[in-house]
């Protein structure tokens, strides 16, 4: 069996795929990829379903030693140097990788996280219906650490190697907000203030949650709200006035009003904003984010097609090898219900 | 809801029906939930805005309905004390989604609820409750009085939340509202038994509180690895029985081994 020994990695490195569904009415947020576009880009590269577990970098690289047999690998993100068996790993496209070979991923460049995807997944057994390590519970294990094996599929080394077009660069665009759900436990002023002044990402960040620094949001009556769902992108707003967008690994109730939530189709592009950096927020109906979402869905499902194997091989190779399945599913989960 | 229930921690057949004949008279007379965008990913249908039971009813009657009727694109419900997150997939159809659950809300209540009734083994004091002692003074009684008090009545899990397993309860005895400390602290034990305000709770992860710390139980509302791996849901009724520290050790390893130590009263 083919196994990824980690020689070294940065204290949040993780295993994460799409996310836990259905536990939150027990406490736990689904965790999952913070930047769920990114591992889909991986996961093409290798041929793999789209929500298939990779190893998520938070910042810090890492090294590792591939033993058993080939893999073919991809890395999507930018790293300052990403490296397998000595070559340069690029992130359009995937490589093969031999037994004995060493994959090395220098620090995140220009955002926060990147993957790692390998093709057939790493095969740890799911927790809960999922290999997402939820940090703050433990669920699906912990961040991976020196001297790990990683179990890898028998097969790993036998997929085709793609490419895609380039990825859209992250950019500075501002954030996209719907309104709610207690805005209206705010001020007109603090509305005008979260829309038109800048926010920076403090160095309190972590996948839980992002503490902004920038001028007070102002608060109409209280600031103590019956406690209530909470969800990722969720702008809740303590006393303090300075505002805190929960992440993937967030709590799921609080008692904070909050002002405003990130649209789906940015929380990818908000998880990547490193700290410091400065960020805008732009207020957008319920359907212009319906536009958007579809969008983001649209091209997500569109890397299967677009990943267009590297090396030239008979047509029915071809046809073969060209999976068509797409989409990211959902693990729908009611059977808690 | 129906929690996996092989491992024996709440069979089945201890299931207690209650009767919903005057919760759907007040679901009759009550007047349409407010549905709140939480983003484009999700809705909270807000049914008022006080802790009430006759609310948290019409939250957990409305869950049933939605886990029932499986529609498409919802992908999980969250119950909280007077509301209700319903998570759905970004692009679904959200205004069929929300008639839907406009419609859910006012006839949820055809079915009886059926109510799990738990018994919590809770070691009071000392080392196990640090401010059992305070909140005595605080209320003139003694220890033994604010243990018969808070062990004495039975508690409403209003929510899940905050942490893994974590159950915000409802029910405390009036005499035992007690402030929240002024200094909370950056660490408390899990499984800890506390009350804050009018509230209590029980822990399952270490975790910053502000809350008054009166006992600790043995019973791991939240463990990885075991079947359940979680024992509270919202609208479960909990009981505590005072247990003595001696039988600390020996409960708190059987629970530890994911044995349960943690009963269902039979109706």
Redesign the interface.
């Known amino acids: 069996m083919s196994e990824l020994l980690v020689e070294s990695c940065g204290a949040l490195t993780t295993v994460q795929d799409a996310g836990r569904?259905?536990?939150?009415?027990?406490?736990?947020s689904p965790a999952g990829a913070m930047d769920a576009t990114a591992l889909a880009r991986a996961n093409a590269l290798v041929g793999n379903a789209l929500d298939t577990a990779a190893i998520e970098f938070c910042l810090m690289g890492g090294r590792f030693c591939l033993e058993g047999g080939p893999a073919l690998i991809a890395f999507s993100g930018t790293s300052a140097n990403a490296t397998a068996g000595g070559r340069a790993l690029d992130a359009d496209s995937s490589m093969l990788v031999h037994a004995g070979e060493h994959l090395v991923i220098g620090p995140v460049r220009e955002g926060v996280y990147a993957y790692l995807a390998i093709a057939g997944g790493i095969r740890l057994a799911p927790?809960?219906g999922s290999r997402s390590v939820?940090r703050?519970?433990?669920?699906g294990g912990r961040p991976l650490q020196r001297g790990d094996r990683l179990p890898l599929a028998d097969d790993a080394g036998e997929a085709q190697p793609r490419s895609l077009p380039p990825a859209e660069a992250l950019g500075n665009a501002p954030i996209r907000l719907?309104?709610?759900?207690?805005d209206d436990l705010f001020t007109e002023r603090a509305l005008k203030t979260l829309f038109r002044e800048e926010f920076a990402i403090s160095a309190q960040v972590d996948p839980m949650g992002c503490r902004l620094e920038g001028p007070k949001i102002e608060h109409s009556s209280g600031f103590n709200i019956?406690?209530?769902?909470?969800?990722q992108?969720?702008v809740q707003v303590p006393g303090d006035g300075q505002p805190i967008v929960l992440l993937r690994d967030g709590?799921?109730?609080?008692g904070y009003p909050?002002i405003a939530?990130?649209?789906?189709?940015d929380l990818d592009r908000f998880a990547q904003l490193p700290p410091g950096s400065a960020v805008r927020f732009h207020l957008v109906t319920?359907e212009e984010?319906?536009t958007l979402?579809?969008a983001r869905?649209q091209k997500i499902a569109s890397f299967h097609e677009c990943a267009k194997p590297l090396a030239i091989e008979s047509p029915a190779d071809a046809l073969f090898s060209s999976n068509l399945i797409s989409g990211v599913t959902?693990a729908?989960?009611?059977d808690?219900? | 809801m129906s929690p996996r229930t092989s491992s024996g921690f709440c069979a089945e057949s201890s299931l207690a029906i209650q009767s919903w004949s005057e919760g759907r008279e007040q679901a009759a007379r009550s007047p349409s939930p407010r549905l709140l965008a939480c983003g484009d990913a999700a809705l909270s249908v807000e049914f008022g805005n006080e802790i009430d039971e006759g609310l948290n009813d019409r939250v957990l009657a409305l869950d049933a309905a939605l886990g029932k009727a499986a529609i498409p694109g919802l992908v999980e419900t969250v119950p909280t004390y007077r509301s209700l997150l319903a998570c759905y997939d970004p692009v679904t159809d959200v205004d069929g989604l929300k008639q839907r659950i406009l419609a859910l809300s006012g006839d949820a209540a055809d079915e009886p609820r059926r109510i799990r009734r738990w018994r919590v083994p809770v070691v009071y004091g000392g080392a196990f409750g640090p401010d059992l002692d305070a909140v005595a003074e605080r209320h003139g009684m003694t220890p033994d009085e604010v243990i018969a008090l808070h062990a004495g009545a039975t508690y409403r899990v209003y929510m899940i939340g905050f942490m893994p397993g974590f159950a915000y309860l409802g029910g405390l005895d009036a005499r035992l509202e007690t402030p929240r400390r002024l200094q909370p602290r950056l660490k408390t034990p899990a499984q800890s038994v506390s009350i804050g305000g009018a509230q209590a709770a029980i822990s399952s992860v270490e975790a910053p509180s502000g809350w008054h710390l009166l006992g600790r139980t043995p019973a791991r509302s939240f463990m990885p690895g075991r079947d359940p791996g979680f024992l509270f849901a919202a609208g479960d009724e909990i009981r505590f029985e005072p247990t003595p520290p001696k039988h600390w050790d020996e409960l708190d390893a059987a629970a530890a081994r994911g044995e349960p130590v943690i009963g269902c009263e039979i109706a």
């Open positions: 569904f259905g536990l939150r009415r027990f406490g736990v927790d809960m939820h703050r519970s433990g669920i719907i309104l709610g759900p207690q019956i406690s209530d769902g909470i969800v992108g969720s709590q799921t109730t609080g909050k939530t990130v649209i789906s189709a319920r984010a319906l979402a579809k869905a959902n729908f989960a009611f808690h219900m």
